[in-house]
């Protein structure tokens, strides 16, 4: 296992991991990412309806799977989306669902430095 990048991973949450193989790893990685994928879609048009309720089901969703499996930067903004959709600040929202994808990608690369 390489260093764990703590910009983007919780070092704790992810070195439990290690136990379980690469394999396992992999494919949570991948079901992490295609369901990130999924759930920032699903922000994306609930924000551009103006629907604060799907905004934070798919948010709360996100967060969850992201501290689950450590990334934990992931999971921060994905909170900070949850208060602010509560507060009904779309434009907050939306600027936040901006930045999911470049993130989701950074914390996907530093997934695989962690787990060559």
Known sequence: MSTIDANFLDAE???TFVEMGIDVISS???LYVENA???????????????????KKAAHS????SFNTGASA???????IEKNAR???LEAVR????????LLEKTRLAF?????
């Open 74 to 80: 992931m999971g921060q903004l994905c909170m900070e």
């Open 87 to 89: 507060e009904n600040d």
């Open 112 to 116: 695989l430095e962690t787990y060559p």
């Open 62 to 65: 996100l967060k969850g799977s």
């Open 13 to 15: 949450t992810v070195s």
């Open 28 to 30: 949570l990685v991948d």
């Open 95 to 102: 600027l936040e669902i901006l930045r999911l994808p470049d």
């Open 37 to 55: 994928t999924e759930e920032i879609h699903n922000m994306d048009q609930s924000a551009r309806s103006g629907s604060v309720i799907d905004i």
